[in-house]
């Protein structure tokens, strides 16, 4: 860890709103009727206010990068899987055979693994471990997940790997997670950010049975009376409930705001870490964009926090980034209409008889 460990994000400016009318005015001068490509007309000019320039680029270096990090409470029995997935699935991804790894190459984007809090200290970790918090976190419905130093170390690491993906030329950001039993945290976040109930938030994650939800329903229930106490203040939030993994995400997902470069959120556990970026970093969420819906409860209800909605509907719930990516090529093709289709005026395609106003 560095000795420094204040917390300050820089100034967050909104995306361009003259590139975002410059490309409402551009749609509307393509060989096509107006509105005719529905949200793909709304993802381009996203696309252009986030670059500030109409017709924007398409994207060159689309970057994925998955925090990795076990919990304490997964031992409470809230996952269909034993905790030491986590290590061994961390090693797929190294070695490429991961979903992620194959979805991110067939969207033209690279994957990094960045290893937070993995309870391991094999040496495939070592080289993915630079900024390693500890093994494991506290379980979060007796303890806090994480020291006051901790948990800054992680959210200044989460904000130095942004800092190193945008300096290397990534042009477009997606987090993904990766830990067993992260979802139960996250689920914790949500239902304190947002005023809602335990039962209300518990999903099946990782395909819980019955019992397994009762266990996961009481483990959030008792991480929320402990996360309510320390609700004002978002470090201490994620301190108290979340884990070095998603303390990392929270502040990666802040700081690509504050290097005005977009991000395609994935699904609970990456949009749980962004509800406590907003907080950390009033503003942020205007640089992201959702890629999904899932069928996770706590998952729809921070995106409707967020004020976001997703692109898919594909109940791709595993993680890493898999929905996030899924959806790239929609953006892909979103920048491209805007950069590549000619005009009425280029084509001598006559327009429509009346003017149509503009959305």
């Known amino acids: 860890m560095d000795a420094d460990t204040s917390i300050e994000f820089g100034e967050i400016e909104p995306p361009s709103d003259q590139a975002r009318s410059a490309a409402i005015a551009l749609h509307g001068k393509l060989v096509k ?13 996203w696309i252009s206010s986030c670059q500030g320039q109409a017709p924007p680029r398409p994207f060159t270096r689309p970057r994925v990068v998955v925090f990795a990090g076990d919990h304490g409470i997964a031992k409470k029995g809230v996952s269909a899987y034993p905790a030491e997935v986590t290590s061994q699935l961390v090693g797929t991804m190294l070695t490429g055979g991961a979903a992620i790894n194959v979805l991110a190459a067939a969207a033209g984007a690279s994957v990094r693994v960045v290893d937070m809090a993995v309870d391991t200290e094999e040496s495939a970790m ?6 390693k918090v500890r093994r494991g976190s506290g379980s979060i419905d007796v303890e806090d997940a994480l020291t006051d130093a901790e948990v800054r170390a992680a959210v200044l690491a989460g904000m130095k790997v942004a800092d190193a993906e945008v300096d290397g030329g990534a042009d477009l950001l997606i987090a993904g997670d990766l830990g067993i ?61 979340s884990g070095a993994d998603i303390a990392a995400m929270a502040g990666f997902l802040a700081q690509a705001a504050v290097r005005r470069t977009p991000v395609v959120l994935d699904g609970l556990v990456v949009c749980a870490a962004a509800m406590v970026a907003e907080e950390l970093a009033p503003g942020a969420r205007r640089w992201w964009m959702s890629g999904q819906l899932t069928g996770e409860p706590a998952h729809a209800l921070a995106l409707e926090h967020l004020d976001l909605g997703g692109l898919l509907d594909l109940d791709v719930r595993l993680g890493e980034g898999t929905g996030a990516v899924t959806a790239l090529p929609l953006l892909m093709m979103a920048a491209r209409v805007l950069a590549e289709m000619t005009t009425h005026e280029q084509s001598g395609v006559s327009g429509p008889l009346t003017p149509v106003p503009a959305s």
Do not use: C, F, Q
């Open 33 to 45: 009727p107006a509105g005719s490509l529905g949200r793909l007309e709304e993802l381009g000019v």
């Open 126 to 131: 070592r080289s993915i471990g630079e900024y």
């Open 181 to 241: 039993g992260n979802s139960t945290p996250a689920s914790v976040l949500v239902a304190a950010l947002t005023g809602t109930e335990p039962v209300a938030v518990v999903g099946r994650g990782s395909g819980i049975d019955d019992n397994a939800w009762m266990r996961k329903a009481t483990a959030v229930r008792d991480a929320l009376r402990r996360a309510r106490v320390v609700l004002a203040d978002p470090l201490a939030l994620l301190r108290t409930s």
